[in-house]
């Protein structure tokens, strides 16, 4: 893979590029259109600033983890919580799938948790909480999870 050197030489392989400026945009198209003449093909990944920060999604996943360690230590297994034909402990990954997902769908219609914005993360927990809550469990929402973001 090729790596772009943009301004201020700094070499991009792999990592992002903020863009604040038209000057900057247009170097951004020549240096895609560049390895676009080059390689024939490119990996591109487009952000705003509505969707969710890197911070809110390491926050998101260390909460699966948590909610899941909360309601093992409280005898809630899957098939309590979820449906009583199984025996199923909770892991992060279950706690994102069968509970956070199915949330953010009914109250956004995105099931994918990189298309969620910022200001729906908290929607999305409150919701969970209230749910939480009638099992007796409350698992605050990670704040300060690192992001290399600034």
């Keep these: ?8 030489n700094q070499t991009f392989h792999g990592q ?24 024939g093909w490119l990996e591109v990944q487009v952000r705003t600033p509505q969707s969710r920060t890197l911070k809110q999604n390491n926050s ?7 909610v899941a360690a ?9 098939r309590k919580f979820l449906k009583e034909s199984f025996d199923i402990h909770w892991t992060g990954q279950n706690v994102k799938e069968y509970i956070w997902k199915p949330v953010q769908t009914v109250l956004f219609g995105s099931k994918s948790t990189t298309k969620i914005k910022k200001a729906e993360v908290s929607q999305v927990y409150d919701v969970i909480n209230r ?20």
């Design 131 to 150: 749910k939480l809550a009638e099992h007796g469990i409350h698992v605050p929402f990670p704040e300060n999870q690192d992001d290399n973001e600034g």
């Design 70 to 78: 909360q309601l093992n230590d409280n005898g809630l297994d899957m």
């Design 16 to 39: 992002y590029r903020r863009i604040t400026n038209e000057y900057q945009f247009k170097d951004a198209m020549k240096q895609l259109q560049e390895q676009w003449d080059k390689n």
């Design 1 to 8: 893979m090729s790596e772009i050197n943009f301004e201020h």
């Design 60 to 66: 998101m996943h260390l909460y699966y983890e948590m």
